[in-house]
């Protein structure tokens, strides 16, 4: 069993509820800006964390050259289902890649930094995961703003992840 891809695989299936939760939000809600929120709108939030997947474990850890994505080219929640697809690919090729050395230092440049920046693999995918989790508060807190009820998004157990998506008990 590789303990962080069935990790991962849990924080896929909260997204999916969270997801499941925004298609029901009015699309010019999703992609409203509002001040005093950051990130401004749900959409920009989305961005924001695949944004996040794609620097730091495509572009520092696996040295990938592919764009990260643009929040003007993503206008609804189905295409912000893509864009994590995307991310999960990027994530588990990752995992593949460093297995079993997720001690091992990685030595990269950030744009922000003079110095470059060593960091495990470990160390990346606790950054990426804690960040969504962060921002997945923040989207819920703005859709409350926007007037809208959110389900539970926390770490969700197998029974509350069908409750939330209507599917039936899995037993």
Not at 99 to 123: A, G, H, Q, Y
Not at 130 to 153: N, S
Request: proline share 3%; net charge negative; glycine share 4%.
């Amino acid at each position: 069993m590789n303990v962080l891809k069935e990790q991962y695989d849990l924080i896929k299936h909260t997204r999916k509820v969270l997801f499941h939760f925004c298609e029901k939000i009015e699309q010019e809600d999703y992609l409203k800006e509002v001040d005093g929120y950051g990130w401004g709108s749900i959409r920009n939030l989305h961005v924001h964390i695949a944004e996040c997947y794609q620097s730091w474990i495509g572009r520092f850890a696996l040295e990938t050259s592919e764009p990260v994505v643009n929040e003007l080219e993503v206008t609804s929640v189905n295409e912000m289902r893509k864009v994590f697809e995307q991310v999960d690919e990027l994530v588990y090729r990752f995992l593949e890649e460093y297995d079993e050395r997720f001690d091992e230092k990685i030595s990269r440049e950030v744009s922000w930094k003079e110095e470059e920046e060593e960091l495990s693999p470990l160390w990346l995918l606790t950054h990426t995961i804690t960040h969504e989790f962060h921002h997945k508060g923040q989207i819920v807190i703005l859709a409350r703003a926007l007037g809208y009820e959110p389900v539970d998004t926390d770490l969700l157990t197998p029974s509350d992840i069908n409750r939330y998506l209507d599917y039936p008990e899995q037993g």
